[in-house]
């Protein structure tokens, strides 16, 4: 008989009950138990780990199923001697090189609490992705106080030289607390010391004075702008709290999951309900459609912050209140100086960029220009000056495309142009694609547009399915009439031309 019956333990408890049982072959009498009866992989698993702690697992007792045979084929396990030295050490991480990821636990009865967003700023100034992000998080932490009763902050972080007063700027825009960290060798981001100061704010660490407004372990949540440095961070920052990153979203919200993978619950057959669980949507490489990316504990083991990394554009900010009331926090921390050991002793700063947001119209040109390159732009162009207020912008099949424009137009072929998931993210009132296939690539940039309409020869192009008009015609045909018509006051284009939500 197994000195515990495994069928009496959730698989929680029974990690706990091994930590008492300290003989191998007790150990191997409950794994056989285990496998007789429930056959739980994650308690087979929490018993092979406590055979590994004690030693046992690759002797004599190490032919369970979840571990490794110590015995070759003609030989005898006992015969066997482990190498000595270096290179056993050596040889243990070559041939496991991941075998300790599993044991990573969460904090001792581990206290989460608010949503973080990290506030990135540049030349002195917070990017528009910071408002953003604290924009909907302030939506998404006033529901959770409207769903769940708990009072919970936005918190805002930033770094950098002189930042006190972009602290406050964060709580105009929507923070109920912003802590910075104020050093002039912060003024550009620097990986090490980013770093580490977040992972420092994250767990409430400093003195007293900078930590006394928290009484909780690490974040709830945790928001990064998915910009070439926040990308950066957000994976570090996230590896460095022990936790998991959705990157590149466009939409988040906060709810309970059922689920019943036994991974997350411990337990074959079992649902069980998460609460308050961050989703973070992000566009599918597959097609047209939506990850749902979801940041869930593991029995015996949590992962907080949820984290993610947003998209550029993807949220409105609230109106800047300056009368808004909050509280503005200098996180304390000695920095090494071998974290600045890069020193950056000269730069150039590029001139400002095509800012295609704030249109009430785009024109978005793609692939469907590839018979007259420069007339396709130009024609894209007498549209844009048809309107009012309007901007045209490019696919990425025209940023790497080898199409030969003339000079005149040649600079509205750049990147800079180019709408989509690694370029910009717009939402006018009235978006044009001509010539546009609908990657979702280029989707994740237009799909939160008012109204689409699609300009294509292709009666079957992807766009057609998240279009409110589908124009089945040639662009160099369609586009000259578009523009007289805005110029005339109508559209001017026949009904039958024009399918509404795809449909002739």
């Known amino acids: 008989m197994p000195a515990i019956d495994p069928d009496d333990y959730t698989v929680e408890e029974l990690t706990d009950e091994l930590e008492t049982i300290d003989d191998a072959d007790d150990l191997q009498a409950i794994f056989e138990a285990e ?75 581990g206290e989460y609490a608010d949503m973080w967003v990290f506030c990135e700023t540049q030349g002195g100034e917070l990017l528009d992705v910071s408002t953003e992000m604290l924009g909907k998080a302030r939506e998404l932490m006033d529901g959770f106080e409207e769903d769940y009763g708990d009072d919970e902050d936005v918190v805002a972080f930033l770094m950098g030289d002189d930042c006190e007063g972009l602290a406050e700027e964060c709580i105009a825009y929507g923070a109920d607390v912003a802590v910075y960290h104020d050093d002039e060798r912060l003024e550009r981001f620097l990986h090490k010391p980013y770093t580490e100061i977040a992972a420092h704010m994250a767990r409430g660490k400093g003195t007293v ?42 939409d988040l919200f906060i709810e309970a999951e059922e689920v019943s993978n036994p ?31 979801l940041c869930l504990d593991n029995p ?106 003339e000079g005149h137009v040649e600079s509205y072929s750049n990147e800079e142009r180019q709408i989509g998931e690694t370029g910009q993210v717009v939402a006018p009132d009235v978006y044009i694609a001509a010539g546009v296939s609908g990657a979702v690539q280029h989707k994740v940039g237009m799909d939160e547009s008012d109204t689409i309409v699609a300009i294509n020869t292709d009666p079957d192009a992807r766009i057609r399915d998240f279009s409110d008009y589908f124009i089945e015609g040639d662009l160099f045909e369609v586009l000259p009439r578009f523009a007289e018509a805005v110029e005339s006051g109508g559209l001017g284009l026949e009904p039958e031309a024009v399918a509404d939500g795809g449909d002739e």
């Open 300 to 405: 015996g083991r949590e992962f907080h912050p949820q984290g993610c990394s947003v998209i550029p554009g993807s949220f409105e900010p609230m109106e800047r209140d300056p009368d808004r009331e909050g509280l503005v926090v200098e996180h304390d921390m000695d920095l090494d100086d071998d974290w600045f050991r890069v020193e950056i002793t000269d730069h150039d700063r590029l001139e400002a960029g095509i800012d295609l947001t704030g249109h009430d119209v785009i024109v978005c040109l793609g692939r469907g220009i590839a018979d007259d390159p420069t007339e396709g732009m130009e024609l894209g162009l007498e549209l844009v000056d048809a309107f009012d207020d309007a901007a045209l912008g490019i696919t990425r099949g025209i940023v790497t495309s080898s199409y030969q424009f």
């Open 209 to 250: 004075e900078s930590t006394d407004w928290r009484d909780y372990d690490e974040p709830r949540y945790i928001l990064f702008p998915a910009t070439n440095n926040g990308r950066d961070l957000s994976a570090k920052v996230q590896a460095e709290l022990d936790s998991g990153l959705a990157s590149d979203c466009s």
């Open 35 to 109: 496998q007789a009866g429930q056959d739980r992989t994650t308690a087979r698993e929490a018993i092979q780990d406590r055979l590994e702690e004690i030693g046992a697992a690759d002797g004599e007792h190490g032919d369970t199923e979840a571990g490794e045979a110590a015995a070759t084929d003609g030989g005898d396990a006992d015969d066997e001697s482990e190498p000595e030295g270096e290179d056993a050490e050596e040889d243990d991480d070559l041939s496991r090189p991941t075998r300790d990821k599993k044991h990573v636990r969460a904090l001792e009865d």
């Open 263 to 293: 991974v997350k619950t411990g337990e074959p057959g079992v649902k069980k309900t998460f609460e308050k669980v961050l989703h973070m949507k992000r566009p599918d490489f597959s097609g047209f459609e939506y990850s749902t990316i």
